[in-house]
């Protein structure tokens, strides 16, 4: 193996851990987005490696959503996501509070602001 190909292997280790690392942070749901066009280009973008690896269009954790850019019902299904998360903290924060679980309260409220954001 050359040093080049070292690197590039090396490189690709290291996107793969970063890849690894901000999927196991989602703390409730993960968005990952592609385009298949960048720009001018004429040709289709193939999504990452990274995505064949975790096989996201067969993997039953992975709700594949296409977006053509015509169509606004699919960002107001994402919408709609978020509203029933958010809405589900806050039913646990309320409940925590209401048993008088302090810390647990203050995580929900944590969460929800993170989800607001």
Partial sequence: MTQSDEEKELYVKEER???????TRAQNLLYITYAKRYGQNVRVTKPSRFLDEIKFEDNPLVNLVKYDGQND?????????????KQGLQEKAVSSLNQMHLKTAVQRIVELAKVKH
């Fill in 73 to 85: 019902e699919v960002l107001l299904e994402g919408e709609r996501r978020v509203e029933k998360v």
């Fill in 17 to 23: 851990r970063l890849f690894y690392v901000a999927m």
